[in-house]
């Protein structure tokens, strides 16, 4: 039985045309597409919401719910786009069943996630910690899950491994002074994303993709510095399905998804991060065998189509 979702995500990184496709694109509407048992219908509401305005979305929302006859409608949140009202004359009807994503509950939860919840049937969260937060306020319909990969989307390219060790994202929070440090000290490191000196613009997903391949070393940096509290993000699946070892600071509940030393590895601050690359430089078997073992973990569990499916026998529509 395939099941007819309603995708609400965003096809623009953050809204904007100018950033190319966004990570919920090449994730959760990727996965939908991917998987055999979804029939996915998009409706890009932050995108009818900049060119159309917010009422006139809402409106359009509510009419292709009513039109479409939807099992399910599956809303990776942003901000403030989706009008309560609109949800709630959704929620209450016998279908479609209503899944709200939410991004950063481990920081987000008191100013958004927990104001926004209770407008949908359910909501997922990759934050331990905000379970028990939303049972506090009456709210039981919360589901446990992660971030994953689509493999038609993250996946080795047939290229040699000539970068050392790479990093990509943003210099925001203590990653500029990181990787002062790491080129202080002599690592051969190769940085690419939009606003470090010298770069200009964010490179696409398939030469992220590639720049993951190509690297004996992928670097992950979390927000934790920035947010006040570690957590998992997309980067620490997206590495190992491109079958590059995965070098990352702990977060919360990692080892329940990889283990350290074995199919990832965990540095503890810039002196065991730089100790880390030297020995994985020197020891590049080791390297590529545990850089192995996480794609073959990547593959085996971390899959949207297996996240989804977990959702979908939660929510009753397995």
């Known amino acids: ?113 927990r104001h926004w919840a209770p407008h949908f049937n359910w909501w997922v969260t990759t934050a331990r910690s905000a379970v028990p937060r939303f049972k506090s306020i009456g709210y039981h319909k919360v589901i446990k899950s992660q971030w994953a990969v689509e493999p038609t989307v993250y996946h080795p390219v047939g290229m040699s491994k000539d970068f050392a060790v790479s990093f990509v994202g943003q210099p925001h929070g203590v990653r500029p002074q990181v990787m002062q440090f790491l080129h202080a000290n002599g690592v051969p490191l190769a940085v690419f994303g939009f606003g470090w000196a010298g770069l200009q613009s964010r490179i696409t997903h398939e030469q992220m993709v590639e720049v993951f391949s190509r690297s004996h070393i992928s670097l992950n940096l979390s927000n934790s510095s920035v947010m006040g509290e570690s957590q998992i993000k997309g980067r620490v699946f997206e590495v190992p399905a491109c079958r590059s070892l995965l070098l990352t600071d702990d977060a919360d509940d990692l080892a329940a998804y990889y283990e350290p030393g074995e199919e990832i590895v965990v540095y503890d601050g810039p002196e065991d991060m730089l100790a880390k690359i030297a020995h994985y430089l020197t020891q590049t078997d080791e390297c590529e065998r545990i850089a192995a073992a996480g794609y073959e973990r990547t593959l085996r569990e971390h899959t949207w189509k297996q996240r989804f499916d977990a959702i979908f026998q939660r929510v009753g529509l397995a």
């Open 1 to 113: 039985m395939s099941v007819r979702l309603l995708y609400l995500g965003m096809y623009w990184d953050y809204g904007d045309p100018s950033r190319g496709a966004s990570f919920e694109e090449n994730s959760f509407h990727a996965g939908f597409r991917a998987h055999p048992n979804v029939e996915v219908t998009h409706f890009d509401y932050v995108e009818l919401e900049r060119t159309l305005g917010r009422d006139e979305m809402n409106r359009r929302l509510l009419a292709a719910v009513n039109e479409g006859d939807f099992d399910c409608l599956f809303c990776v949140m942003f901000t403030d786009q989706l009008l309560p009202e609109v949800l709630d004359k959704i929620r209450t009807r016998k279908r479609p069943i209503t899944i709200a994503w939410g991004c950063d509950d481990h920081w987000r939860f008191d100013d958004y996630s």
